[in-house]
């Protein structure tokens, strides 16, 4: 069992960031798969990133190169660094998690998730 929390989203201006967290707390997630999936009013749920247990990282191909996502082992954190945000990025941003060695891909296989944190970004 694990609780993940999301925080840090918010309203932004096109072109600016924002740094979303999501603290895991329960059972160690160092061997387990993490994720960050948005999803927007009326639009299907998207992936925006993957981070294997291994430190692999995946990235959807509208925010390749734009976002990072990285864990701090420490704190149990995982981490999203958005940059050159547009009125496109404008979502639901929810945090997961499954005991995979790999991340897989689909979102209906990810076991836990985060209440979502909401980005806004305007023109």
């Known amino acids: 069992q694990v609780q993940l929390v999301e925080s840090g989203g918010g309203s932004v201006q096109a072109g600016g960031s924002l740094a979303l967290s999501c603290v895991a707390s329960?059972?160690?997630?160092?061997?387990?798969?993490m994720a960050w999936f948005r999803q927007a009013p009326g639009k299907e749920r998207m992936a925006v990133a993957y981070l294997d247990p291994d430190g692999r990282t995946t990235y959807g191909d509208s925010m390749r190169g734009r976002f990072a996502i990285s864990k701090d082992g420490t704190k149990n954190t995982l981490h999203l660094q958005m940059n050159t945000l547009s009125p496109d990025d404008t979502a639901m941003y929810y945090c997961?998690?499954?005991?995979?060695?790999?991340?897989?891909?689909?979102?209906?296989?990810?076991?836990?998730w985060g209440q979502g944190t909401q980005v806004t970004v305007s023109s």
């Open positions: 329960g059972d160690p997630v160092s061997s387990a798969c």
């Open positions: 997961a998690a499954v005991w995979r060695p790999h991340c897989p891909l689909a979102y209906s296989s990810y076991d836990y």
